[in-house]
């Protein structure tokens, strides 16, 4: 009765399920192992976006010095005179922007919570439904849980320690060097482990692969680009003060689908409440003019159909991957579960071809 195919891979889940939950409960095995873990994964993750940002200036200059190493060499330079360039020229722009956008916050935490205040009355003075569900102690508790959040928020701890953050920011270029580098190879390696006979399925796998994560990759950066401009001009039109700080962390979320814009305009609402409603009302319609924009005009015109997941799939794991795995979850939620997508849908047809 249980001996089918199902019971079986459902075996498997389950006995490995059961052997991390053991690990779990010893933490001189599982502290070790999270931390070697988290200082391979990373770097893995990371090094594979930026591979595939950097793969098509690397090939653009194979064609011109014919040497990989040397197009590889120049890539570099030129990243690292860009990032130069913006540090001299906008570094105290962007630092002094940011720290103030900070400050900010803490100078006018009272003035947020009196705004709160208010809309809360007069919500419940209009909508006597709402008074039941005491939105101003939820929304107060919610504002200050946040701020609370930012000012004091441990980036380290997501690495465990110091130590291992220089580890991985050193061992970052190393593996997009040779991802950049062999790529070929490990392609050539992949291949390899399978018989002779079976090798055309594993590269139909691995096009298919190479193909979705860097239409994903380079299409999504480019999106991101583009709200944070839009978020910019959008602030700038309506007055809304440390703009370019704003801007950037639209930007940055903005990399995270669908629910990027909407978490990167939460700092902006908060100045809003400092200031007035009108202000919040401005916001919002910032926010629904770019989130129209992005669906309806920016993503289908840079993106396409390429990835074909639903839009509904995609909001369910970023949830979930914001809940188990935090920001850094969420910025590789969806390239995964492509991954995953492929291999399992080849591995079906696989086997309907045997």
């Given at each position: 009765?249980?001996?089918?195919?199902?019971?079986?891979?459902?075996?498997?889940?389950?006995?490995?399920?059961?052997?991390?939950?053991?690990?779990?409960?010893?933490?001189?095995?599982?502290?070790?192992?999270?931390?070697?873990?988290?200082?391979?994964?990373?770097?893995?993750?990371?090094?594979?976006?930026?591979?595939?940002?950097?793969?098509?200036?690397?090939?653009?200059?194979?064609?011109?010095?014919?040497?990989?190493?040397?197009?590889?060499?120049?890539?570099?330079?030129?990243?690292?005179?860009?990032?130069?360039?913006?540090?001299?020229?906008?570094?105290?722009?962007?630092?002094?922007?940011?720290?103030?956008?900070?400050?900010?916050?803490?100078?006018?935490?009272?003035?947020?919570?009196?705004?709160?205040?208010?809309?809360?009355?007069?919500?419940n003075e209009h909508f006597?439904?709402?008074?039941?569900?005491?939105?101003?102690?939820?929304?107060?508790?919610?504002?200050?849980?946040?701020?609370?959040?930012?000012?004091?928020?441990?980036?380290?701890?997501?690495?465990?320690?110091?130590?291992?953050?220089?580890?991985?920011?050193?061992?970052?270029?190393?593996?997009?060097?040779?991802?950049?580098?062999?790529?070929?190879?490990?392609?050539?390696?992949?291949?390899?482990?399978?018989?002779?006979?079976?090798?055309?399925?594993?590269?139909?796998?691995?096009?298919?692969?190479?193909?979705?994560l860097s239409a994903y990759?380079?299409?999504?950066?480019?999106?991101?680009?583009?709200?944070?401009?839009?978020?910019?001009?959008?602030?700038?039109?309506?007055?809304?003060?440390?703009?370019?700080?704003?801007?950037?962390?639209?930007?940055?979320?903005?990399?995270?689908?669908?629910?990027?814009?909407?978490?990167?305009?939460?700092?902006?609402?908060?100045?809003?409440?400092?200031?007035?409603?009108?202000?919040?009302?401005?916001?919002?319609?910032?926010?629904?003019?770019?989130?129209?924009?992005?669906?309806?005009?920016?993503?289908?015109?840079?993106?396409?159909?390429?990835?074909?997941?639903?839009?509904?799939?995609?909001?369910?794991?970023?949830?979930?991957?914001?809940?188990?795995?935090?920001?850094?979850?969420?910025?590789?939620?969806?390239?995964?579960?492509?991954?995953?997508?492929?291999?399992?849908?080849?591995?079906?047809?696989?086997?309907?071809?045997?």
């Amino acid at each position: 009765m249980f001996k089918g195919k199902f019971f079986k891979t459902a075996y498997a889940v389950i006995l490995i399920l059961v052997i991390i939950l053991l690990l779990g409960q010893i933490p001189y095995v599982m502290k070790p192992l999270s931390t070697v873990l988290s200082i391979i994964i990373f770097p893995l993750l990371l090094g594979g976006f930026l591979y595939y940002l950097l793969r098509p200036l690397v090939r653009f200059f194979v064609n011109k010095v014919n040497n990989k190493t040397i197009a590889i060499i120049i890539t570099f330079l030129i990243v690292i005179a860009f990032w130069a360039f913006v540090i001299y020229f906008g570094g105290s722009i962007i630092y002094s922007e940011v720290k103030e956008l900070f400050n900010y916050f803490s100078f006018n935490y009272e003035t947020t919570k009196q705004s709160i205040s208010q809309i809360i009355n007069f919500s419940n003075e209009h909508f006597r439904f709402l008074k039941d569900l005491n939105l101003q102690k939820r929304l107060l508790n919610f504002v200050k849980g946040l701020l609370s959040e930012m000012s004091n928020y441990n980036f380290m701890g997501t690495f465990s320690s110091l130590s291992n953050l220089a580890t991985i920011i050193v061992l970052i270029p190393f593996v997009v060097f040779y991802f950049l580098k062999d790529d070929d190879k490990i392609h050539d390696f992949l291949l390899s482990a399978l018989p002779s006979k079976n090798q055309h399925k594993l590269e139909r796998t691995l096009q298919e692969i190479d193909q979705i994560l860097s239409a994903y990759i380079s299409s999504q950066l480019i999106v991101a680009l583009i709200l944070g401009v839009l978020m910019f001009i959008g602030y700038l039109i309506i007055g809304l003060p440390n703009v370019l700080g704003l801007a950037l962390i639209a930007m940055v979320t903005s990399f995270i689908p669908i629910l990027g814009p909407s978490l990167g305009i939460l700092p902006a609402l908060l100045i809003a409440l400092t200031t007035s409603l009108l202000m919040v009302i401005k916001v919002l319609v910032v926010l629904s003019i770019t989130q129209y924009l992005e669906g309806n005009l920016i993503r289908p015109l840079v993106q396409g159909e390429k990835l074909n997941i639903h839009p509904l799939v995609v909001l369910f794991l970023i949830i979930i991957s914001i809940l188990l795995f935090g920001i850094l979850g969420a910025l590789f939620a969806v390239p995964i579960y492509a991954v995953i997508r492929i291999v399992i849908k080849n591995r079906a047809q696989f086997t309907e071809e045997v």
